[in-house]
């Protein structure tokens, strides 16, 4: 008796799915960590047209204001670029920034207006911080809104005298 072998036409094939399941399990796992990176030296850099002069009524930036607290934590004095004293007067703080904004500010755009930065004694209230970043940063006229200055921060606080 003679038994009969199978052929084995199988065994030189290799299974395919497994491999394709490993190629795909790295394609997620590359595509998943891959970090874009800025390209180095890639400036957004504006250069001014031939023939253009550069404009000096431009306020220098940023627009430092020192706001002086007395014993009570209350303004005692507003200084602006350390030149201009407004007292504690929030008006005419808000007047000298519509003079140095040129037109205020329509919406947010592709250049930046002028940035302020405030300066505070220690001890100041915060109520009058807060009434110094309403008086820079706009007004309202009838229904419109006037933006003035969006871009504010903050000089590092001032330890308080001993």
Do not use: C, H, W
């Not at 550069?54 to 007395?70: G, H, M, N, Q, V």
């Amino acid at each position: 008796m003679r038994i009969k072998r199978q052929s084995d036409d199988n065994a030189g094939q290799l299974s395919l799915t497994s491999m394709i399941d490993v190629v795909f399990l790295l394609l997620i796992f590359f595509v998943m960590t891959f970090k874009i990176a800025a390209q180095e030296g890639d400036f957004n850099v504006k250069m001014p047209l031939q023939g253009q002069g550069s404009s000096s009524a431009e306020p220098e930036l940023p627009i430092k204001i020192r706001l002086k607290a007395d014993a009570a934590g209350n303004i005692a004095d507003i200084v602006v670029n350390d030149s201009q004293s407004f007292g504690n007067d929030f008006a005419k703080l808000r007047s000298f920034i519509v003079q140095m904004t040129p037109g205020g500010v329509e919406g947010p755009s592709e250049e930046k207006g002028p940035e302020v930065e405030i300066d505070l004694d220690y001890g100041l209230k915060y109520e009058f911080v807060v009434s110094t970043i309403t008086s820079v940063t706009g007004y309202k006229q009838g229904d419109d809104i006037v933006r003035l200055v969006e871009r504010i921060k903050f000089a590092p606080p001032r330890k308080p005298a001993q």
